[in-house]
C-alpha cells in the first residue's frame, strides 16, 4: 500500500479517481508508481469492500486524484470489483478511468521467468488446485479480471513496451501533455556566483558577460528592478540575441519536460553579485514564458538583499564601487 504525502489540489480541479488493473507481468506496479510520481494518492491492492470509505476519505481530505490498485492479490474480493466500481455515487465533479494493463502470454512468461518470482494464483489454495503452471494461472487471471476488462477506459498492450516506456506512456496520459494535471511550474532564481549556484538548479544561465551596472556610479547601488538599471542592462548589444536563445531552449525544453512527467522546474540566472544582470533578465525571461507557455512562472532574487554595496557594514568583497584599474571578482 502506498501513500505519499496528501497533495490536495485546487477547489476548482475535478476530481480524477484511476484505477489500475490488469494481468499480473503487464506493468502495473510501473503504472502506479507513474501515476504517484504525478502527484495521484496511490492505494494499491486494496481490499474492494473498502474502497468506497477510502475515496470518501481522501476526498473530505482534500485528496481530488486517486489511484487504486486493483488485481488478483486482492483474492476472494476480485468477483465483486467491478459491481463496487459500478455502485460508487456518481460525482458530476469526479471523473473515474479504468486502466486494463494486458500482455501476450508468451512476454508474461518470459517476465515471471527473468524474476523468478512465482504467478500470484499459484499461492492461493482452493482456487482450481491453486494454478501451479504459470500459463494456467494467467488463464485463470483472465477470467476473473473480465469484468474489470470490460469497464476498461484505456487498454495498454505492453507486450513490446519496457518500464521505461510504459511510465511514459501513463505520463502521457494521465499528466500535463494529457491535460489531466496541473501544468508544469517554473521557478526562475537569480544569484551570485560569488554566493554560489542553487543547489537544485535544472539549468544554469550566465549573464557576467552582460554590462555591468557595478561600475556605473550612480547604478552600483540600485537593485536590477530599478528602472534605470533595467534600461542600461538591456543596452547590452548582446542581450537581444540571448534572451532569443533563451526563449527559444526553454520553449524547446519545457514541453518535453511535461511530457517527461516533470512538475517543476528551475531555471537559475547568474551574475557575479545577483543584484543587477541576472535580476534583469529572470524578470524578462519569466514575462516571455508566461506570455508565450501560459506558465505559471514563480520569480525569485536570492541575493538581491545579500550584499550591502558601500557605507557601514558593507561587505568586505564588494565595498564601494571600484575605481578605475580595480577589478570586481
Do not use: W
Request: net charge neutral; aromatic share 6%.
Amino acid at each position: 500500500m502506498t501513500s505519499p504525502s496528501l497533495s490536495p489540489m485546487a477547489p476548482d480541479e475535478p476530481e480524477l479517481l484511476v484505477v489500475v488493473t490488469g494481468v499480473s507481468g503487464a506493468g502495473k506496479s510501473t503504472a502506479v508508481n507513474a501515476l504517484e510520481d504525478l502527484g495521484f494518492f496511490c492505494v494499491d491492492n486494496l481490499p474492494t469492500p473498502v474502497v468506497p470509505s477510502t475515496i470518501d476519505a481522501l476526498a473530505q481530505a482534500g485528496v481530488r486524484r486517486m489511484a487504486l490498485g486493483i488485481d488478483v492479490r486482492v483474492r476472494g474480493f476480485l468477483d465483486d470489483a467491478a459491481r463496487v466500481l459500478e455502485a460508487l455515487p456518481k460525482s458530476g465533479s469526479r471523473r473515474e478511468e479504468v486502466v486494463f494493463l494486458d500482455a501476450a502470454d508468451e512476454a508474461i512468461l518470459r517476465r515471471f521467468s527473468s524474476t523468478r518470482r512465482p504467478h500470484p494464483l499459484s499461492t492461493i489454495d482452493g482456487r482450481d488446485g491453486g494454478a501451479q503452471a504459470v500459463l494456467d494461472g494467467i488463464k485463470t487471471e483472465r477470467e476473473l479480471l473480465s469484468a474489470l476488462r470490460a469497464r476498461a477506459t484505456l487498454i495498454v498492450d505492453t507486450t513490446r513496451l519496457s518500464v521505461h516506456e510504459l511510465r511514459k506512456a501513463i505520463i502521457r496520459h494521465f499528466g500535463p501533455a494529457g491535460g489531466k494535471a496541473a501544468r508544469l511550474r517554473v521557478r526562475l532564481v537569480s544569484f551570485g556566483f560569488k554566493f554560489g549556484s542553487p543547489v537544485d538548479a535544472d539549468i544554469v544561465l550566465d549573464v557576467r558577460f552582460l554590462k555591468n551596472p557595478f561600475f556605473v556610479p550612480e547604478l552600483s547601488v540600485r537593485p536590477g528592478t530599478d528602472p534605470d538599471v533595467e534600461q542600461y542592462v538591456l543596452a547590452s548589444p548582446e542581450i537581444g540575441r540571448y534572451l532569443e536563445h533563451v526563449h527559444g531552449l526553454l520553449g524547446f525544453c519545457i514541453p518535453r519536460f511535461e511530457t517527461e512527467g516533470r512538475s517543476y522546474l528551475t531555471v537559475a540566472v547568474g551574475c557575479t553579485g545577483g543584484r543587477h544582470r541576472s535580476v534583469v533578465v529572470a524578470e524578462r525571461v519569466a514575462a516571455a514564458l508566461r506570455s508565450e507557455l501560459g506558465l505559471a512562472i514563480d520569480v525569485v532574487h536570492r541575493d538581491l538583499e545579500r550584499v550591502n554595496m558601500s557605507g557601514p557594514g558593507a561587505d568586505p568583497d564588494h565595498g564601494a564601487a571600484p575605481s578605475l584599474g580595480e577589478s570586481q571578482s
